[in-house]
């Protein structure tokens, strides 16, 4: 859940860590682009914008980015060029 209010962000999980997942479809959320694969925006609001994994991931450990650009018209277009990258980890037990 995104409680920025400046700040859009989006996941992103590279090609190694998208083949881990034991579904070989990530969409309608994710996207294939030139670094792996990319969430839609997580905008800032309630519960339903949550974003979900499309389906487990195998043991092991994880690294992601999420990448965060501002809220303008059209963030669809900044998300390629973010203002922020957080690098995370999940681990899958």
Do not use: H
Not at 9 to 24: I, L, N
Not at 49 to 77: H, K, R, T, V
């Amino acid at each position: 859940m995104n409680y920025a209010s400046e700040y859009s962000g989006s996941v992103v999980f590279s090609d190694a860590v998208a083949a881990s997942f034991t579904c070989r479809d990530l969409r309608p959320d994710w996207m294939k682009t030139d670094t792996g694969y990319q969430s839609i925006p997580i905008s800032m609001g309630s519960a339903s914008d949550d974003l979900q994994i499309p389906c487990p991931l195998q043991p092991g450990e994880y690294a992601y980015e999420l990448w965060l650009f501002s809220n303008p018209p059209g963030a669809f277009a900044a998300m390629e060029n973010p203002q922020l990258r957080l690098k995370g980890r999940i681990v899958v037990q």
